[in-house]
């Protein structure tokens, strides 16, 4: 529709013409505007088709007829074109940069709709065939952009697992088979329960296993559940959605599930882990979804679970302070990690492993044992376990002058850093007895009491967790610790 006189005033200019009558003669004005200064004008339908093309544009492309191409798909022509998204969503990318050959145009794409407002196509202008003037800020992009995949890689570097099951170092029977069970644990992909006494190397044997797996190109991510405050651990489990409590942060953060998503998650201490957490990590564990704090979004997860804990699960459920089930849930798999004091074969290459370690990230000359104190280090109880044996010789490293060192100066260094050994202790009678620990006659009580429960159920075991009043899980678990699951 043309202007007429009536739409001018005396000098030629509009007047009194309404937004509709604006809009009916400025759009056709506007397009012939943008056709005739841009380097190349192309339109498509609802279905990506080309309805459009002007000759300036399929000549820059190579087409030699434009009436050739209507039809197609517009990625046949313009494969990193993005016209289709335009087309079917209605979001215009008011500016971007299209991949042509080893070119890039600077274009713009808008929606087209009809007088009823429905969406019917796209309509795409190159603004520029060059992108030299966009120089500086294409450089500064690709600046951002490599500073970004840098930070990803770190990133990636920081969740990737270290060790690998031959880093659990041992040639004792208990540890060779401790490793043959991890390793058979590592193809199967379920809840892995890690079990043992601080120290004895959960999170190691934990990476091994993700390194060994299935899942080893994903990260693996490990939280220590006793280390955060009750009131943190949602969030640091499950993440958050913006301002999703006084304090929190104004963007989402992301918890470690999303995180592990594709990987393996380590819980460390999970017997620590308080009751009304208990029950939003089972529906995790059996769902496969994680659901932020304070959102109501949905994701769908694919994670492993590596739970580890120090105490008894199995007296915690009793005295209702952890869910029995989830219990089972965790318990799906489970691996026993003994103690220093019962693989003692186990400490002379221990230590040689810890001392080749210590010399190298102190950058001290790596110090050697004699006989003498190997022999004093095997008959020490080690509560602690590998972490306590590694802070004594660390220790030693740091005091040495350079010598061996030899069974005096190792028992200055024990002196009052252990537990009542058998140098320390005061002078008894001869006649008395040696008194065992108080773990160790523990265990061989729950050891002896198993056995004539077995002997009197005639190996039965449901009958044997009746009479011993525990549950069959708990039975199974004390069998394997006490080396009696295969009797």
């Known amino acids: 529709m043309a202007i007429t006189r009536s739409d001018l005033d005396e000098n030629g200019l509009l007047i009194g013409v309404s937004p509709e009558r604006f809009r009916e003669v400025a759009m056709p004005l506007l397009f012939d505007q943008l056709n005739a200064r841009c380097e190349g004008t192309i339109a498509v339908n609802r279905q990506a088709q080309i309805v459009w093309i002007n000759d300036k544009y399929a000549a820059r492309l190579g087409v030699p007829d434009p009436r050739g191409v209507l039809g197609r798909p517009v990625e046949e022509i313009l494969p990193a074109s993005r016209l289709r998204q335009v087309a079917q969503g209605g979001q215009p990318p008011l500016l971007d940069l299209m991949a ?22 796209a309509i795409g202008f190159v603004l520029l065939d060059q992108a030299r003037q966009l120089e500086p800020l294409i450089a500064k992009y690709s600046q951002l952009q490599n500073r970004l995949a840098d930070a990803q890689r770190e990133l990636a570097r920081a969740r990737q697992a270290r060790y690998s099951i031959a880093g659990f170092i041992g040639i004792s029977a208990a540890a060779s088979e401790l490793k043959r069970q991890a390793r058979r644990a590592a193809q199967l992909d379920a809840t892995l329960l890690l079990r043992g006494e601080t120290g004895t190397g959960k999170e190691l044997l934990a990476q091994g296993i ?96 590596i739970a580890a804990t120090h105490v008894d699960l199995e007296a915690r459920v009793a005295a209702g302070t952890f869910r029995g089930d989830l219990y089972y849930r965790l318990n799906v798999l489970s691996l026993r990690l003994p103690p220093l004091r019962e693989r003692r074969e186990d400490i002379h290459p221990l230590a040689e492993h810890l001392l080749d370690e210590i010399a190298s990230r102190s950058g001290q000359p790596r110090i050697e044992l004699d006989e003498a104190a190997l022999e004093l280090l095997a008959v020490q109880p080690w509560p602690g ?27 200055a260094l024990l002196d009052g850093s252990l537990p009542a050994r058998p140098e320390a202790a005061p002078a008894v009678p001869s006649n008395m007895p040696a008194i065992p620990p108080l773990a160790r ?46 009797r």
């Open 100 to 121: 042509f050959g080893d070119e890039h145009f600077v274009v713009t794409r808008m929606p087209l709709r009809d007088d009823r407002g429905i969406l019917v196509g």
């Open 210 to 305: 993700h390194n060994l797996s299935p899942r080893a190109r994903g990260p693996f991510v490990a939280l220590n559940v006793a280390a955060i405050p009750d009131t943190l651990v949602e969030a640091e489990l499950f993440g958050t959605s913006p301002g999703a409590y006084t304090g929190a942060e104004r963007k989402a953060r992301i918890g470690k599930f999303e995180l592990a998503d594709g990987g393996t998650l380590f819980l460390d201490e999970i017997g620590d882990l308080a009751l009304p957490l208990q029950a939003k990590l089972l529906r995790v564990l059996q769902e496969q979804e994680v659901e932020p704090l304070g959102s109501n979004r949905v994701r769908r997860i694919d994670v492993r679970v």
């Open 385 to 411: 376990n590998v972490r306590e044996l590694g802070n004594l010789l660390e220790r030693a490293q740091l005091r040495t002058d350079g010598s061996p060192l030899d069974r005096q100066a190792l028992l």
């Open 441 to 486: 006659s523990l265990a061989d009580a729950e050891r002896a009491a198993l056995l004539a429960a077995l002997a009197a159920c005639n190996g039965n075991r449901r009958r044997t967790a009746q009479c011993l009043g525990i549950a069959r899980a708990s039975l199974y678990n004390k069998l394997q610790q006490h080396g009696l699951d295969k």
